[in-house]
C-alpha cells in the first residue's frame, strides 16, 4: 500500500453568527482567526493543531450530527479543559468515564450548538 500524504485541511462548522463562534473557538484551540467575507478561517496553533473553517449557515440544522471533533488532551488534564471550555460558552452534554479502559471523554456542544469531545487516554504501562 502506499502511504497517502493526506492531511486535514480544515474542519468546517456552520454558524448562526461565525465571527463568535470563532471567537470559542480560537480561544480554546490558541489558533488565529482570519476573517474573509462573512466567514472566518482559523489557523492552527502550532505543529499539531489544526485549522477550522467557520461559515454562515447554507440551510436549516440538520436534526442529526453526522460528525464531530475528537480532541485529545495529556492524561489528567480533561476535567480542567472541559471547565475552561465551559467557561467560553460550552455546554456539557455527557461524560464516558468507565466503559472503555482505553479512554475517557466529555461530549460538549459549542456556543453554536456543534457538539465536540476532549478525551484522554491513560498512560501505557
Not at 4 to 16: F, K, P, Q
Not at 42 to 55: C, M
Not at 74 to 84: C, L, T
Not at 95 to 101: A, G, N, S, T
Request: glycine content about 10%; overall charge negative.
Amino acid at each position: 500500500m502506499t502511504p497517502s500524504s493526506m492531511t486535514l485541511g480544515a474542519y468546517n462548522v456552520e454558524a448562526e453568527n461565525p465571527q463568535s463562534l470563532a471567537k470559542f473557538w480560537s480561544e480554546l484551540t490558541g489558533g488565529t482567526p482570519h476573517p474573509g467575507g462573512e466567514s472566518v478561517y482559523i489557523a492552527p496553533s502550532g505543529e499539531r493543531g489544526f485549522a477550522l473553517f467557520i461559515q454562515p449557515f447554507n440551510g436549516p440544522r440538520p436534526d442529526r450530527q453526522s460528525s464531530h471533533l475528537d480532541l485529545t488532551v495529556p492524561w489528567g488534564q480533561r476535567e480542567s479543559d472541559v471547565a475552561r471550555a465551559v467557561s467560553l460558552g460550552a455546554v456539557i452534554q455527557w461524560h464516558v468515564l468507565d466503559e472503555y479502559p482505553h479512554v475517557q471523554w466529555t461530549t460538549l456542544a459549542d456556543p453554536g450548538g456543534n457538539l465536540f469531545c476532549l478525551a484522554e487516554h491513560p498512560p501505557q504501562d
